[in-house]
């Protein structure tokens, strides 16, 4: 599937619509350039599964896990070199069927996201239009 979102409101209402297919033991792989708003699709979704909007890029922290029904594990792995520093960090452990697991930058480290992971490929930045495409696994 693919959408289009002339701007940043339409852009995170797609997030939100997304988010109400989301289920535990979905993985999402988010893929897009820099500024692209992978976090703003992130924060978008917390919003709609929790109804708050404490989501933040976890850039620098690697994981943020968000309490709720259903969690959510947000891991960014822009900054991570290989998988032997994402297993000493315990990101492996992120991938809880319980949980609805984000991943950003998972083309940095394929091996980790499984195979069965829901492909958001995000294409534009700042407050312009932007291609958002979905694809889901077949089942």
Avoid: C
């Avoid at 988010?30 to 109804?51: P, Q, S």
């Avoid at 990101?91 to 958001?120: K, Q």
């Amino acid at each position: 599937m693919r959408q289009r979102a002339a701007d940043l409101a339409a852009f995170e209402a797609l997030a939100r619509e997304f988010a109400r297919s989301l289920r535990p033991g979905d993985v999402v792989a988010l893929e897009g350039d820099l500024g692209a708003g992978k976090t703003t699709f992130v924060a978008a979704i917390v919003r709609a599964l929790h109804g708050n909007d404490d989501a933040a890029s976890p850039t620098f922290t690697f994981w943020h896990h968000y309490a709720g029904k259903p969690p959510i594990q947000h891991l960014d792995l822009y900054r991570i070199e290989n998988r032997a520093e994402a297993t000493e960090l315990g990101l492996h452990e992120a991938f809880d069927p319980r949980s609805v697991t984000i991943v950003e930058w998972p083309e940095r480290l394929p091996e980790l996201v499984p195979r069965a992971a829901i492909r958001v490929r995000i294409a534009g930045a700042g407050t312009g239009p932007r291609e958002v495409q979905i694809v889901r696994p077949a089942s």
